[in-house]
């Protein structure tokens, strides 16, 4: 029996196509990708995301202990912010890729709906027993409200405090007596906040915001369109651009690696991979004909397959193929030919900057 | 949708007989499921196709689907139209949005299509 969201009667009214994915009955889509897609980058949509997992990390012993899972640095993270971190295994692989969020004294993962089981467990288990490390992921709704009108929306509800926080600042706010937890954070390269809240059984909070954004022309954004969103952006996903045989090395992400500080689980074999050079990285994929890459997909080149597309897809806002995916590093520089191979045929494509899509809102 | 005077397969395509030519596309339902459709891939007039096995692909944009041949034969026409808009399957599946003329080779293949009615059937629309 797959999860439910708090909200799943309210996409049933909304007509969403229900789908079961990472163990939650979730929507995929309500009007339509296309649609729903444009809607997100020319005005605002609500996403309902309560599949993410929570995971807490309480007191200085937790904050100490959450700092040793990850590869950025957590001590400079003040309350009221949050930053984005892989967590690595002892090879450097990514065990998942996260938001981690300062709240008070305490620390907060917000981690992949897919991993949460498996994040949850390698969490407790390589940390000492004294930890205090609660898993509320079941109680926990976060919506996700993404788009250039979104300030708009916020002033129309009476959230007008939230328009000056800065990009990854968090603020906690009391609507219909619900206390929520507000970040400007999202995945989608558009301005926007992501809501947290403790889940009562209420839909107050969705219809407010809907309410709010009627004028604005608000719609509700199913996960169909949250993958095409990022994918424009190109931000990995977990289980596509990342996994545990990928390090964040490889993926673009060395800026989340900080490598001269207290010891963190990978940063050995981090370590040691920036002394060698990486032997695979992530570029962007832009299709010169007619065809559309898919994930699997060969690279190729003079005939010989150097690497493999992890997300491939129409992009709705740019109309193209488009990809991103692993080639040596001295295939990697901007502008170099390759192949991809599509159904038994080499399809022409270019190495091309990231992000695709250049004209986000985000602050 | 699902027009009385067309065949159908358990794949979701449709097929009119006129003679011993096949004009072949996907349903209304099968636009539906798929949603807004971005790219569609043809082979070339004079290929052989064969009853049961892919001769192309239609896509959305996160999803690949197969094009199934309803009937063995030679293509005679393929609608160059969805090369430069791919959305016409999803306004007219039935008519602007033909995808390929057979010219059909064994006109028992005919015999293993679906009627309307058993179309309806199989998507639940009694």
């Not at chain 1, 929507?27 to 995301?49: C, K, M, N, W």
């Not at chain 1, 809907?210 to 608000?218: D, F, Q, Y």
């Not at chain 1, 994918?231 to 992400?253: K, Q, R, S, V």
């Not at chain 1, 030919?337 to 038994?344: H, K, L, T």
Request: hydrophobic content about 35%; charged content about 25%.
């Amino acid at each position: 029996m797959p999860k439910e969201t708090p909200l799943i009667e309210k996409h049933r009214e909304l007509g969403a196509r229900l789908v079961e994915f990472a163990g939650w009955l979730m929507p995929i889509q309500y009007s339509g990708l296309v649609d729903e897609h444009g809607t997100v980058r020319s005005a605002v949509g609500l996403f309902d995301v309560s599949h993410m997992g929570e995971v807490w990390f309480r007191g200085a012993r937790g904050i100490a202990a959450a700092n040793r899972l990850v590869t950025n640095d957590l001590t400079t993270l003040e309350p009221g912010n949050c930053l984005y971190t892989p967590m690595c295994n002892e090879r450097g692989g990514i065990v998942d890729d996260f938001l981690a969020y300062r709240v008070g004294e305490d620390m907060l993962f917000v981690v992949n709906a897919s991993n949460t089981d498996k994040d949850y467990e390698w969490i407790v288990s390589h940390c000492d027993k004294d930890v205090q490390i609660e898993n509320l992921s079941g109680e926990t709704v976060e919506l996700a409200l993404q788009g250039p009108k979104t300030e708009e929306v916020l002033t129309r509800v009476g959230l007008s405090k939230l328009v000056p926080l800065g990009h990854n600042k968090h603020e906690t706010f009391s609507l219909h007596s619900i206390e929520v937890m507000a970040s400007r954070t999202g995945y989608t390269g558009e301005d926007g906040f992501e809501f947290y809240y403790r889940r009562n059984g209420s839909e107050k909070i969705w219809d407010a915001l809907m309410e709010a954004g009627r004028p604005s022309g608000i719609k509700p954004i199913g996960l169909g369109a949250r993958d095409t969103l990022r994918f424009e952006m190109g931000y990995c996903l977990y289980g596509n651009d990342i996994d545990d045989d990928t390090t964040p090395l490889e993926a673009g992400l060395g800026w989340t690696v900080k490598l001269d500080r207290e010891d963190f689980i990978g940063r050995d074999a981090l370590l040691k991979q920036k002394a060698t050079g990486i032997k695979k990285k992530l570029v962007g994929l832009e299709v010169l004909e007619n065809a559309i890459p898919r994930k699997g997909f060969p690279i190729a080149m003079d005939d010989r397959e150097i690497g493999i597309v992890t997300s491939g897809t129409f992009s709705p806002t740019l109309r193209k193929g488009l990809a991103m995916g692993y080639v040596p590093p001295e295939n990697a520089t901007l502008g170099t030919e390759v192949s991809i191979v599509v159904r038994g045929k080499g399809l022409k494509a270019r190495v091309t900057k990231l992000p695709f899509y250049k004209c986000g809102s985000r602050k | 949708m699902v027009p009385e005077n067309l065949k159908y397969t358990d794949q979701h395509e449709w097929v009119r007989v006129e003679g011993d030519t096949a004009t072949v596309g996907i349903t209304d339902y099968a636009q539906h499921e798929l949603g807004d459709i971005v790219y569609v891939e043809l082979p070339l007039a004079g290929t052989d196709v064969t009853a049961r096995k892919a001769f192309g692909v239609v896509e959305a944009v996160k999803t690949v689907s197969d094009l199934f041949a309803p009937v063995s034969g030679q293509v005679l026409a393929v609608n160059e139209t969805l090369g430069t808009d791919a959305s016409i399957v999803n306004k007219s599946p039935y008519r602007e949005g033909w995808m390929i003329k057979i010219k059909m080779s064994n006109q028992s293949d005919l015999e293993h299509l679906f009627s309307p009615e058993e179309y309806k059937r199989l998507i639940g629309e009694q």
